[in-house]
C-alpha cells in the first residue's frame, strides 16, 4: 500500500506541473457528461408525465370496450349494461380551450366514481376514499395537477389557497383570492359559465382536468354521451390476460379495445426521444475525444516518469491500478459537475421541448424537471464508462509498447500507421452494415444504427484520408519549407486525429440536421399555404351547429365558399384510421397538395367510387394507385354504400401519427350517420385590395352571432403563425444540442494543440536556427492547423448529406410513415464550413500566440542536449 500510494503522489506531480492537462480531462468529462445527462433529463420527465398521463385511471379493469361508429356512446347503452348485469363504468373524454395568449387546451376526463372496478385509483387517490358529495355535488369538483394550474395562469392563486388549506386544516386545496389571505374561493369561469371548484391533486398528469361524468358532460357539451366502458372483472372471468367482447346483444354498437389503440404516447413520441438521445450521444462521443486526446498526450508526457518508477521496482500491473484510480477520480469530479450541468441545461430546454410534444402530439410534459433518483446515478456511471472508454486505448498501448519506445515519435507513428490500416477495415465492415440495414431495415432501432456506422466509419477514415492527401501534397511540394510544412503536419496528424474527428462529426451532424431542418422548413411552409387556404376556419361546437353555420354563411354576399369538414373514426385492416369527408369545390382541390394521383382523381371521389390517402396509411398499408381499399361497412350496414373504394391520389399529412382517408363528405354521411362536422373552411369573396378588411368584418359577424354558443373562429394568419411557432419550437432542442457538440468539438481542437504546444519547440528549434523568423514560424503553425481543418471540413460536407437523406428518407419513414424530399443548400454548406474554419482559427489562436512569443532563449535551450 505504501509503494501504490508513492506511486499515486509521483503521478499527481504531472498534474501540478501541467494543470491544462488536468483540467481539459475534466472538462471533457463534464461536457460529454453535462450533455448526455441533459438529454436524458429531458426524455425521463416525458416518459415520466406520459406514464402520470397512462396512469390517470388505474385499476385492475384492463378491458374496454368502445364506440364501433363515432366517437361517443349513448349513455342509454351504459344503463342498460348495468340493468342487464354488468359491471361496466362510463368515461367521457374531452378537450376545453380555455382563452389566453396564446390559448390553452386541457384534456377532460369524467368519471362515475360510483361504478368505478374496486381498487382502481384516480390520479392514485383509491375510489373509495373520494369526498363523493363533494366530487359528484353542486358546485363539484375538477382535478388538475400543479403544472396545469400554471398553465392557466392561476399559480398565485393555488399557492394561496394551500396557505389558507394549511391554516384551516383542510385536506381540500381551494382556489383562493391572490391576495392568499382567505379571500374564499376563486372560480373559474368559460364562456360566462363557472366550472366547479378547482383541486389540486400532485399526482395528476400534466394537461388534464378530471371530474365528475356528469359535470364533464356539461363543459364539454356533451349532454348523454359517453367515450368508452370500463369492464370490471373481465379478466379473472376469463382467465388471466384474458378480455371480455361486447355481448351479442351490443356487439353492433361497441368494440373490444385493441391494446395498440390505446393512447399510448410514449409509443406515438418515440422517434423525437430517439433523435434526441442520438444527438445526446453524439455530443457525448465527442466530448470523449477531448480526454481521449489529453491522456494520450499526458502518457507520452510522462514516460520518464513511467521509466523510472518501473526502475524503482514497481510492478506493471501497479502502475496500471494507479493510473486506473487516478482515472476514476477525474470521472468522479466530471461526473458531479457535468450531471449538475445537465440538470440545468435539461431545464433551459424543457420549456421548448414540452412545446414541440404539445404540438406535434398533443403530449403533455410539465414545465418543472422532477427526475427520480436512477437519473442521478446513471449519469454518475455514464462518466466512469466514458473515463474508462476513452482511457483504455492508452493504457493497453502503454502496457504493451516498450517504455523507450513511447518517447520516440516515430514510434508512434509507427503505430499510427499500424491502426489506420485496422481503421480501414473496421470502416469497410461499417459501411457494409450501413448498407445491408438500409437495404434490410425495417424499424427505426435500425435506421438509427445505420446512422451510427456512417459516423464511426467516417470518423474511422478520416486520418487515412487525410493522410493520404499531405501524401499527395508532399509529392508535389516546391521548395524544402514547404516539404517541411506538409511532413511536420503528418507528423502531427497522429495526437490531432481525435480533435479532427470530434470536428467532422459535430460539422456532419450540423450539416445534416440542418440541411433536413431547412428542408422541412421549406415543405413545410408551402404545404401549409395549400393547406391553410381558407380565410377563416371555424370550430363548431357541435355538428347542428355547424350545418346552421354554413347554411348562414351561403346566402352572404361576402362569402365566396363555406366547406364543412365531415369526419368519422374507423379500422383499416387493425389500423386507426380517420376519415374526412369533403366537399366537390375547386377550393377542396387547391387545399389539398397530392404527392401522385390518377387522371380524375377528384371527379371519382365525387363521385363516390374513389378515395385519397394519406402517404402514413399508404406506406403502412402498402397501397398502390388503382388498389381497392375496403373501408368496412360503416354505421348504416347494409343500407351503406359499397364499402370498396378506388385509391386514387396519395397526399402528404406531416404530424398525422395515424392514417388519413379523403372521401366525399355525402358518401361519408351514408356510411356513418354518427359523422361529426369538425370543422368549416370558410373563403371570402372581397375585391382586389381589401381583402384583410372583409375577412375582419366577417369573423366579427361570426363571432358576434355565436358569441357565448361554444363556436371557436381562428383566421389564417393566426393559425399558420402558431404553426410555425410549434415547428420552431421542435428543432429549438436539435439545434441548441448541435451548437453545443460545434462547441465541444473546438474545445478538443483546442486542448489539443495547446497541449501539443509545449512539444514542438524541438521541431521549430531548427528552422528558427536556420534562419526563419519567429513570426513566421507561428504562420506555419497556424497554416498547418487551418490545412488540416479545411480538409476535415470537406470530408464533413458529403458526410452531412448523407446524413440528411439517411434523415429525410429512412429515419423520417420509419419514424413517421411519411419522407421529405432531399433538399441541398449551398449557402447553408457555405455558412456551417466557413464556421468550422472560425471554430479551428478561435481553437488555434491562442497557441500560435503563445508560439510567436517564444523568447529565443527557449528556442536556444532546445540543443542544450545534443552532442
Given at each position: 500500500m505504501?509503494?501504490?500510494?508513492?506511486?499515486?503522489?509521483?503521478?499527481?506531480?504531472?498534474?501540478?506541473?501541467?494543470?491544462l492537462q488536468?483540467?481539459?480531462i475534466?472538462?471533457?468529462?463534464?461536457?460529454?457528461?453535462?450533455?448526455?445527462?441533459?438529454?436524458?433529463?429531458?426524455?425521463?420527465q416525458?416518459r415520466a408525465?406520459?406514464?402520470r398521463?397512462?396512469?390517470v385511471?388505474?385499476g385492475?379493469?384492463q378491458?374496454?370496450?368502445?364506440?364501433r361508429?363515432?366517437?361517443?356512446?349513448?349513455?342509454?347503452?351504459?344503463?342498460r349494461l348495468?340493468?342487464?348485469?354488468?359491471?361496466?363504468?362510463?368515461?367521457?373524454?374531452?378537450?376545453l380551450?380555455f382563452p389566453?395568449?396564446?390559448?390553452?387546451?386541457l384534456?377532460v376526463?369524467?368519471?362515475?366514481?360510483?361504478s368505478?372496478p374496486?381498487g382502481?385509483?384516480?390520479?392514485?387517490?383509491?375510489a373509495?376514499?373520494?369526498?363523493?358529495?363533494t366530487?359528484?355535488?353542486?358546485?363539484?369538483?375538477?382535478?388538475?395537477?400543479?403544472?396545469?394550474?400554471?398553465?392557466?395562469?392561476?399559480?398565485?392563486?393555488?399557492?394561496?389557497?394551500?396557505r389558507?388549506g394549511a391554516?384551516?386544516?383542510?385536506g381540500?386545496?381551494?382556489m383562493?383570492?391572490?391576495?392568499?389571505?382567505g379571500?374564499?374561493?376563486r372560480p373559474v369561469?368559460?364562456?360566462?359559465k363557472?366550472?366547479?371548484v378547482?383541486?389540486?391533486?400532485?399526482?395528476?398528469?400534466?394537461g388534464?382536468?378530471?371530474?365528475?361524468?356528469?359535470?364533464?358532460?356539461a363543459?364539454l357539451r356533451?349532454?348523454?354521451?359517453?367515450?368508452?366502458?370500463?369492464?370490471a372483472?373481465?379478466?379473472?372471468?376469463?382467465?388471466?390476460?384474458?378480455?371480455?367482447?361486447p355481448?351479442?346483444p351490443?356487439s353492433?354498437?361497441?368494440?373490444l379495445?385493441r391494446?395498440?389503440?390505446?393512447?399510448?404516447?410514449?409509443?406515438?413520441?418515440e422517434?423525437?426521444h430517439?433523435?434526441?438521445?442520438?444527438?445526446?450521444?453524439l455530443?457525448?462521443?465527442v466530448?470523449?475525444?477531448?480526454v481521449?486526446?489529453?491522456?494520450?498526450?499526458?502518457?507520452?508526457?510522462?514516460?520518464?516518469?513511467?521509466?523510472?518508477?518501473?526502475?524503482?521496482?514497481?510492478?506493471?500491473?501497479a502502475?496500471m491500478?494507479?493510473?486506473?484510480?487516478?482515472?476514476?477520480?477525474?470521472?468522479?469530479?466530471?461526473?458531479?459537475?457535468?450531471?449538475?450541468?445537465?440538470?440545468?441545461l435539461?431545464?433551459l430546454?424543457?420549456?421548448?421541448?414540452?412545446?414541440s410534444l404539445?404540438?406535434?402530439?398533443g403530449?403533455?410534459?410539465?414545465?418543472?424537471?422532477?427526475?427520480p433518483?436512477?437519473?442521478?446515478?446513471a449519469g454518475?456511471g455514464m462518466t466512469?464508462?466514458?473515463a474508462?472508454?476513452a482511457?483504455?486505448?492508452?493504457?493497453?498501448?502503454a502496457?504493451?509498447?516498450?517504455?523507450?519506445a513511447i518517447a520516440?515519435?516515430?514510434?508512434?507513428r509507427?503505430?499510427?500507421?499500424?491502426?489506420?490500416?485496422?481503421?480501414?477495415l473496421?470502416?469497410a465492415?461499417l459501411?457494409?452494415?450501413a448498407?445491408a440495414?438500409?437495404?434490410?431495415?425495417?424499424?427505426l432501432?435500425?435506421?438509427?444504427?445505420?446512422?451510427a456506422?456512417?459516423?464511426?466509419?467516417?470518423?474511422l477514415l478520416l486520418?487515412?484520408?487525410?493522410d493520404?492527401?499531405?501524401a499527395?501534397?508532399?509529392?508535389?511540394a516546391?521548395?524544402p519549407?514547404?516539404?517541411?510544412?506538409?511532413?511536420?503536419s503528418?507528423?502531427?496528424?497522429?495526437a490531432?486525429?481525435l480533435?479532427?474527428?470530434?470536428?467532422l462529426?459535430?460539422l456532419?451532424?450540423s450539416?445534416?440536421?440542418?440541411?433536413?431542418?431547412?428542408?422541412?422548413?421549406k415543405?413545410?411552409?408551402?404545404?401549409?399555404?395549400?393547406?391553410?387556404?381558407?380565410?377563416?376556419?371555424l370550430?363548431?361546437?357541435d355538428s347542428?351547429?355547424?350545418?346552421?353555420?354554413?347554411q348562414w354563411?351561403?346566402?352572404?354576399?361576402?362569402v365566396?365558399?363555406?366547406?364543412?369538414?365531415?369526419?368519422a373514426?374507423?379500422?383499416?385492416?387493425?389500423w386507426?384510421?380517420?376519415?374526412?369527408?369533403v366537399?366537390?369545390?375547386p377550393?377542396?382541390?387547391?387545399?389539398?397538395?397530392?404527392?401522385e394521383?390518377?387522371?380524375?382523381?377528384?371527379?371519382?371521389?365525387?363521385?363516390?367510387r374513389?378515395v385519397?390517402?394519406s402517404?402514413?396509411?399508404?406506406?403502412?398499408l402498402g397501397?398502390?394507385?388503382g388498389?381497392?381499399?375496403?373501408?368496412?361497412?360503416?354505421?348504416?350496414?347494409?343500407?351503406?354504400?359499397?364499402s370498396?373504394?378506388?385509391?386514387v391520389?396519395?397526399?402528404?399529412?406531416?404530424?398525422?401519427?395515424?392514417g388519413?382517408?379523403?372521401?366525399?363528405?355525402?358518401?361519408l354521411?351514408?356510411?356513418?350517420?354518427?359523422?361529426?362536422?369538425?370543422s368549416?373552411n370558410v373563403?371570402a369573396?372581397?375585391?382586389?385590395?381589401a381583402?384583410e378588411?372583409?375577412?375582419?368584418?366577417?369573423?366579427?359577424a361570426l363571432?358576434?352571432?355565436?358569441?357565448?354558443?361554444?363556436?371557436?373562429?381562428?383566421?389564417?394568419?393566426?393559425?399558420?403563425?402558431?404553426?410555425?411557432?410549434?415547428?420552431?419550437?421542435?428543432?429549438?432542442?436539435?439545434?441548441?444540442?448541435n451548437?453545443l457538440?460545434?462547441?465541444?468539438?473546438g474545445?478538443?481542437?483546442?486542448?489539443?494543440l495547446?497541449?501539443?504546444?509545449?512539444?514542438r519547440?524541438?521541431?521549430?528549434?531548427?528552422?528558427?536556427?536556420?534562419?526563419v523568423?519567429r513570426?513566421r514560424?507561428?504562420?506555419?503553425?497556424?497554416?498547418?492547423?487551418?490545412?488540416?481543418s479545411?480538409?476535415?471540413v470537406?470530408?464533413?460536407?458529403?458526410l452531412?448529406?448523407?446524413l440528411?437523406?439517411?434523415?429525410?428518407?429512412?429515419?423520417?419513414?420509419?419514424a413517421?410513415?411519411?419522407?421529405?424530399?432531399?433538399?441541398?443548400f449551398?449557402?447553408?454548406?457555405?455558412?456551417?464550413?466557413?464556421?468550422?474554419?472560425?471554430?479551428?482559427l478561435?481553437?488555434?489562436?491562442?497557441?500560435v500566440w503563445?508560439?510567436?512569443?517564444?523568447?529565443?532563449a527557449?528556442?536556444?535551450?532546445?540543443f542544450?542536449?545534443?552532442?
Open positions: 505504501r509503494a501504490f500510494l508513492s506511486c499515486m503522489r509521483a503521478l499527481a506531480g504531472h498534474w501540478r506541473r501541467h494543470p488536468c483540467a481539459s475534466a472538462c471533457g468529462l463534464w461536457l460529454a457528461t453535462a450533455l448526455w445527462s441533459g438529454v436524458q433529463a429531458l426524455n425521463a416525458a408525465d406520459y406514464a398521463a397512462s396512469a385511471l388505474l385492475p379493469a378491458t374496454q370496450w368502445l364506440p361508429h363515432g366517437n361517443f356512446i349513448d349513455q342509454d347503452v351504459y344503463v348495468r340493468l342487464a348485469g354488468w359491471q361496466v363504468s362510463p368515461v367521457l373524454e374531452g378537450s380551450r389566453g395568449t396564446p390559448p390553452v387546451t384534456r376526463m369524467g368519471i362515475e366514481p360510483f368505478l374496486p382502481t385509483a384516480v390520479a392514485g387517490q383509491v373509495k376514499a373520494f369526498d363523493m358529495a366530487f359528484i355535488g353542486e358546485p363539484g369538483q375538477v382535478w388538475a395537477g400543479p403544472d396545469t394550474v400554471r398553465r392557466l395562469g392561476l399559480a398565485e392563486s393555488w399557492r394561496g389557497g394551500e389558507e391554516k384551516e386544516g383542510s381540500e386545496d381551494r383562493a383570492g391572490k391576495d392568499g389571505q379571500a374564499g374561493p369561469t368559460l364562456d360566462g363557472e366550472l366547479p378547482l383541486h389540486v391533486q400532485p399526482d395528476l398528469a400534466p388534464v382536468l378530471v371530474t365528475d361524468i356528469g359535470h364533464a358532460q363543459l356533451e349532454p348523454g354521451k359517453v367515450s368508452r366502458l370500463l369492464v372483472g373481465a379478466s379473472q372471468a376469463a382467465g388471466a390476460g384474458a378480455e371480455f367482447a355481448p351479442a351490443w353492433d354498437q361497441l368494440v379495445a391494446a395498440d389503440d390505446r393512447d399510448d404516447l410514449g409509443r406515438l413520441t422517434s423525437f430517439l433523435n434526441l438521445t442520438a444527438l445526446g450521444m455530443a457525448f462521443i466530448g470523449l475525444f477531448i481521449h486526446a489529453s491522456i494520450g498526450l499526458a502518457l507520452e508526457q510522462r514516460r520518464s516518469l513511467l521509466r523510472t518508477l518501473r526502475a524503482c521496482g514497481v510492478s506493471l500491473r502502475l491500478a494507479a493510473l486506473a484510480v487516478e482515472l476514476g477520480a477525474f470521472a468522479l469530479v466530471g461526473g458531479v459537475a457535468g450531471v449538475a450541468s445537465g440538470y440545468v435539461a431545464g430546454l424543457l420549456g421548448n421541448m414540452a412545446a404539445r404540438g406535434l402530439y403530449a403533455e410534459v410539465a414545465g418543472h424537471l422532477s427526475l433518483a436512477w437519473w442521478w446515478w454518475m466512469l464508462l466514458g474508462l472508454a482511457g483504455a486505448g492508452s493504457l493497453w498501448r502496457s504493451r509498447l516498450p517504455l523507450l520516440r515519435p516515430q514510434a508512434w509507427g503505430a499510427q500507421a499500424s491502426r489506420q490500416r485496422r481503421h480501414v473496421q470502416a465492415l459501411a457494409a452494415f448498407i440495414c438500409a437495404l434490410a431495415g425495417d424499424s432501432a435500425t435506421a438509427f444504427a445505420m446512422q456506422a456512417i459516423l464511426l466509419a467516417s470518423a486520418p487515412v484520408l487525410l493520404a492527401m499531405l499527395w501534397g508532399a509529392r508535389h516546391g521548395g519549407l514547404a516539404s517541411w510544412f506538409i511532413a511536420d503528418r507528423q502531427q496528424l497522429p490531432l486525429s480533435a479532427l474527428m470530434a470536428l462529426l459535430a456532419g451532424a450539416v445534416g440536421v440542418g440541411g433536413m431542418t431547412e428542408g422541412f422548413r415543405t413545410f411552409v408551402g404545404w401549409l399555404d395549400q393547406r391553410l387556404s381558407a380565410d377563416i376556419y370550430n363548431p361546437r347542428a351547429q355547424g350545418v346552421e353555420a354554413v354563411l351561403r346566402t352572404r354576399s361576402d365566396r365558399a363555406a366547406l364543412p369538414q365531415w369526419r373514426a374507423t379500422q383499416v385492416r387493425g386507426p384510421v380517420e376519415l374526412q369527408g366537399v366537390d369545390d377550393e377542396t382541390a387547391r387545399q389539398w397538395p397530392l404527392l394521383q390518377s387522371a380524375d382523381a377528384w371527379r371519382q371521389v365525387a363521385a363516390g374513389g385519397m390517402v402517404e402514413q396509411l399508404a406506406r403502412r397501397l398502390r394507385l388498389d381497392a381499399l375496403d373501408l368496412g361497412a360503416g354505421a348504416a350496414g347494409a343500407s351503406a354504400p359499397s370498396m373504394f378506388t385509391v391520389a396519395r397526399y402528404a399529412d406531416y404530424g398525422n401519427p395515424r388519413h382517408v379523403l372521401m366525399d363528405a355525402d358518401v354521411r351514408r356510411r356513418d350517420p354518427a359523422a361529426v362536422l369538425r368549416v373563403y369573396a372581397s375585391a382586389p385590395g381583402g378588411h372583409v375577412v375582419a368584418m366577417l369573423r366579427a363571432e358576434q352571432r355565436y358569441a357565448g354558443e361554444g363556436m371557436q373562429v381562428a383566421e389564417q394568419a393566426s393559425i399558420k403563425l402558431w404553426s410555425t411557432q410549434v415547428f420552431e419550437r421542435t428543432f429549438a432542442a436539435t439545434g441548441a444540442l451548437a457538440t460545434l462547441g465541444v468539438a474545445i478538443a481542437l483546442f486542448i489539443s495547446l497541449t501539443l504546444s509545449q512539444g519547440l524541438a521541431q521549430l528549434a531548427p528552422l528558427w536556427a536556420l534562419g523568423p513570426r514560424l507561428a504562420w506555419l503553425a497556424l497554416g498547418q492547423v487551418l490545412t488540416l479545411s480538409m476535415t470537406l470530408c464533413a460536407m458529403p452531412g448529406v448523407l440528411a437523406w439517411t434523415l429525410v428518407a429512412v429515419v423520417n419513414v420509419q413517421f410513415g411519411w419522407r421529405l424530399p432531399l433538399y441541398v449551398p449557402s447553408q454548406l457555405l455558412t456551417l464550413g466557413m464556421l468550422g474554419l472560425l471554430t479551428s478561435l481553437a488555434a489562436a491562442w497557441p503563445q508560439l510567436r512569443r517564444r523568447q529565443p527557449e528556442l536556444i535551450r532546445q542544450a542536449d545534443e552532442t
